[in-house]
């Protein structure tokens, strides 16, 4: 699952990759493979000290900026990021040169519009085939995008509506305004919980991080003193595994933990995945093959701390081919190859 870093010039969505991708990744290039941190696995790691811990990742790419000032952010971003599952929209909020909502605004009105002449271009052509001969126009991809249409007309992006931004007649055209979107609202340091954030959408999200900061942490290898360095300012906690964490659930990814001597690991996994599905992430065989799906409840292994009381206790559950894996399940694969 890939995810597009974009915005105006001067926003500071360099800065957040090289806090996203760490220094030495963020200087040899664009692209970084970021892991998910999930504490979800620290007492699985106590328990079984395995060899081997793997965190699921996020591919993260830096997009050169767009526009100016008064400007859209012009064709070429908007292309380069269509190819992406989901994007992080750096809004400078710091230098006092801009107005961040205004850069918003413009990003989402630069999205809508594209997608407009996309289906615009789309339906002048199906008008001239249907002239020719009706039976070259597929109905329903016409009726999808004549939706999809309205909805853009009232000022709505397209996901708002999962219904007709999940039509598999618009699969194809990548539109803009349908994907999940994470607006960075890029603050001076400190004053993140002083910002005034717009409310949450469906697919959109907004959080405040300074993103100058966070990559000052990024350069910090030394636990003890990227602690001693928060302290100094007053901050708790880095708002990175924020920003990670949020464009996960973006993806609309859910994790489920394997444990054991060898590996203690996470998955990422489609919400709403069956067990089967899950098992296809580790190995296509799995899948094929799949049986039985042993499960522990994440708070069941919790509330217990040990494999043993929990089936002892009967809280670990033999689930089959119609289960819905659960966010934080801790499953073992019965298959047969």
């Known amino acids: 699952m890939k995810t597009a870093i974009f915005g105006f010039s001067g926003s500071g969505k360099t800065d957040l990759f090289a806090a996203l991708a760490g220094p030495a990744a963020a200087e040899t290039g664009n692209r970084a493979m970021v892991k998910v941190p999930d504490a979800r696995l620290d007492p699985l790691i106590e328990l079984f000290n395995p060899k081997k811990i793997t965190y699921s990742e996020i591919e993260y790419l830096d997009i050169p900026g767009g526009g100016g000032k008064g400007a859209g952010l012009g064709e070429r971003v908007l292309n380069e990021v269509r190819p992406y599952d989901c994007f992080i929209g750096v809004l400078d909020a710091f230098s006092g040169m801009n107005d961040p909502k205004q850069q918003w605004q413009a990003i989402e009105a630069d999205m809508m519009v594209s997608d407009m002449a996309v289906i615009e271009k789309r339906l002048e052509k199906m008008a001239a085939d249907k002239k020719k001969n009706k039976s070259l126009v597929d109905p329903k991809e016409e009726n999808a995008l004549t939706q999809a249409l309205a909805m853009l007309e009232e000022e709505k992006p397209l996901r708002l509506d999962s219904e007709v931004a999940d039509l598999p007649e618009l699969r194809g055209y990548k539109f803009l305004s349908a994907r999940p979107i994470l607006y960075t609202w890029n603050c001076p340091e400190g004053e993140e919980d002083d910002m005034q954030l717009p409310p949450d959408e469906t697919g959109m999200t907004h959080i405040a991080c300074s993103a100058k900061l966070e990559r000052e942490l990024a350069e910090i290898d030394d636990p003890e ?113």
């Open 225 to 337: 003193e990227k602690a001693m360095f928060l302290e100094d300012l007053g901050i708790t906690k880095s708002a990175l595994d924020k920003v990670i964490s949020k464009t996960y659930q973006l993806l609309g990814l859910i994790s489920y933990l394997t444990a054991g001597e060898d590996e203690c690991r996470t998955w990422p996994l489609r919400k709403g995945s069956t067990a089967p599905q899950a098992a296809g992430v580790i190995h296509t065989d799995f899948e094929k093959g799949f049986i039985r799906a042993e499960v522990i409840g994440y708070d069941d292994f919790l509330e217990l701390g040990d494999f043993k009381k929990v089936k002892d206790a009967g809280k670990a559950r033999l689930e089959g081919k119609e289960y819905i894996v659960q966010d934080g399940d801790i499953i073992e694969f019965r298959f047969n190859v």
